[in-house]
């Protein structure tokens, strides 16, 4: 799995919880999978529809009624519902919330090692700077990632680290992305 697959992922609030039940073993139908996940009906769908799209889930032929389908992970979806489980369960519970931000994952994959703003912008080339900045500073107050500005450099360039949980879900994402 690549990084841009795990951005495409999480741009539904939705969608890594409902990999993550899946690969737990929750059924693939709406009932348990809304039960399991406690989103709304309206973003559960969408976060389906997009997982779908991007050819993670498909319907299971020959199960479910036509207006309650069942739904499997497919080859590919099985890798990344196995990346999504292990992040889903390093996360402290209280801080899922988080995890269903669209930056939050991606941006902390990019922190294994300590980064300036400008090489995490780069490693996701598709983020704004706005949004990279905001999804620092949630990941700051949460105490998920470190700003450490050096005092002596000029111009003053702070650097941004992985820190307590933060680390530990950038260690998981890191290594499943890059193996070796």
Sequence with gaps: MDINLLVNITARAWALPILSSLHAGVAGRQAPLLTATGASRTAFAQSMDHL???????????????????????????????????????????????????????????????RQFSTIKRSLPTITDRALSQSLKLMEDRHWVQRHVDPAARPPRPTYAAINAGALLSHTAATELHPF
């Design 52 to 114: 779908i799209t991007l050819g993670l889930l498909e319907r299971n032929p020959g199960y479910g009624h036509p207006l309650r389908p069942e739904f499997r992970l497919t080859p590919r979806g099985t890798a990344a519902a196995g990346l999504a489980h292990k992040i889903h369960t390093t996360a402290p519970h209280g801080d899922h919330d988080l995890l269903r931000k669209s930056w939050t994952v991606p941006v902390l994959t990019t922190l294994h090692s300590p």
